[in-house]
């Protein structure tokens, strides 16, 4: 009695295993997801990996998504938008500045002092794209634009008190307009994706690292970089935007019911959830490099007044480059107020 209780006992054990197996091996559609940062970034522990769970629940298991962090897939960060676009990946997250030139009506969210924090700059991209950059994304099915919190400096050497600072320093430059600020600071400007820069500050070829601080605990930026200077406000120094996106033929060959499910998980509310995320993810970062004993500055009003008249020209030259500029920049400016003021309330 007692052998035949084990028997049956493991018989539904196993019958247990081979209906799970069964129901897994039921997806009907399988897309890889790629992206650049190590499992144990908060992107994908708390946003990418969610993100695809909640897809397949949502589909009853009809979707199955692989995720491939850090590059796994090969290529290089900037070449993910275009794996998106070409198949070679089903779904990318990727910096828009990375491929500088790429996405120009876009590049008004990473002007100087225009970011508010990630959450409000998050839901105002995601309008702001959904109604002007329809051209620059039309090679892919958009699935949400987002900002991470405005970033910081963060210096291998010494404080950065003042725009001064920064001449005759090797500076990482997050984007095309953050680059051409820098330059006329007369900083030695390098461009890197953010992936290479805990080696790059090791190595000295870095003197100063331009980031948010939630990537400064996964990267251990903080380890490499002991000095933090915070340019605090409504509006901060500047912003990156984030593309998360689907390969057209891979979103067009669900039936409409599983484009519901992906429609489902896009939009403003994603926009808005992703921003939510790298705000209260900076502060953890910031946490991190306070543990480490690190040192902080906080910029005063009059430095910052400074920075704000110096940069103006960056701003206007990117108006005046685009067509319709100053509408665009107008247009930005006040969905940043408006999402401000909507979430105050």
């Known amino acids: 009695m007692k052998i035949k209780t084990l028997l049956l006992s493991a018989g539904i054990t196993l019958g247990g295993m081979v209906t799970a197996t069964a129901q897994a091996a039921e997806a009907e559609y399988s897309f890889k997801l790629h992206h650049m940062l190590p499992p144990m970034a908060a992107a994908h522990t708390k946003f990418l990996q969610p993100w695809a769970e909640k897809v397949m629940k949502e589909s009853n298991g009809r979707i199955k998504i692989d995720i491939f962090p850090a590059m796994q897939m090969g290529g290089t960060p900037p070449q993910l938008f275009d794996q998106a676009r070409k198949g070679v990946a089903d779904i990318t997250w990727t910096v828009a500045g990375y491929t500088p030139g790429r996405f120009p009506k876009g590049g008004v969210f990473e002007l100087p002092f225009i970011p508010a924090n990630a959450e409000i700059t998050s839901m105002a991209l995601q309008e702001y794209a959904e109604q002007e950059m329809q051209d620059e994304l039309s090679d892919v099915h958009l699935l ?23 001449k005759d320093l090797k500076v990482r430059a997050p984007n095309k307009a953050m680059a051409k600020v820098f330059e006329d600071t007369g ?38 970089t002991t000095y933090h200077t915070e340019i605090k406000g409504d509006r901060g120094l500047y912003a990156q935007f984030f593309v998360f996106s689907m390969n057209k033929k891979a979103y067009e060959s669900l039936p409409a019911d599983l484009q519901k499910v992906i429609d489902n ?16 993810n900076d502060e953890v970062g910031r946490e991190r490099a306070v543990q480490n004993g690190n040192k902080f500055y906080t910029m005063p009003e009059a430095e910052v007044a400074r920075w704000k008249e110096r940069t103006r020209p960056v701003t206007a030259e990117w108006i005046k ?16 107020s408006k999402y401000q003021k909507q979430l105050e309330n």
């Open 187 to 224: 900083s030695s400007v390098i461009f890197m994706p953010v992936t290479q820069m805990t080696s790059a500050l090791s190595k000295g070829v870095l003197d100063v690292a331009v980031l948010p601080f939630e990537v400064v605990a996964p990267l251990k930026i903080y380890e490499q």
């Open 321 to 336: 480059s685009m067509d319709d500029g100053q509408r665009l920049y107008d247009k930005a400016v006040a969905l940043i």
């Open 265 to 280: 998980n896009s939009g403003i509310e994603l926009a808005q959830k992703i921003g939510r995320l790298y705000d209260e």
């Open 144 to 166: 949400a634009l987002h900002t991470h919190k405005p970033g910081a400096l963060h210096a291998r050497d010494g404080l950065i008190k003042t725009i001064d600072d920064l």
